[in-house]
């Protein structure tokens, strides 16, 4: 079983920079494909982005590739995702995703953090 917390959020104006941390309580952080998803005032919860157990494996939404990276350190059950270039429509509710078979959908999702606002003025 894991705990998921979200920290770094915040308000950054547009073109600025953000780094998100998911600290992951638990001995089996490693088993897990971490991810990150976002849910916009009114719209469906999202994929942002997912890393697999060794990090040896990204993907991201069209929507940010080339502007966030996601990355993982398992001697520290982390993940990390760090948003650069930031735009008013990246303005979201980002929350932390675990699962043994996460993938771009929510279905797959074992365990979800809190969620850590992210607001983008522009």
């Known amino acids: 079983q894991l705990q998921l917390v979200e920290s770094g959020g915040g308000l950054v104006q547009a073109g600025g920079s953000l780094r998100l941390s998911c600290a992951a309580s638990?001995?089996?952080?490693?088993?897990?494909?971490m991810g990150w998803f976002r849910q916009a005032p009114g719209k469906e919860r999202e994929f942002v982005a997912r890393?697999?157990?060794?990090?040896?494996?990204?993907n991201y939404a069209d929507s940010v590739k080339g502007r966030f990276t996601i990355s993982r350190d398992n001697a520290q059950n982390t993940v990390y995702l760090q948003m650069n270039n930031l735009k008013s429509e990246d303005t979201a509710v980002y929350y932390c995703?675990?699962?043994?078979?996460?993938?771009?959908?929510?279905?797959?999702?074992?365990?979800w953090g809190q969620g850590t606002q992210v607001t983008v003025s522009s």
């Open positions: 890393i697999s157990g060794s990090g040896g494996f990204t």
């Open positions: 995703a675990a699962g043994r078979r996460l993938g771009t959908s929510i279905e797959y999702v074992d365990y």
């Open positions: 638990g001995r089996t952080f490693s088993v897990y494909n």
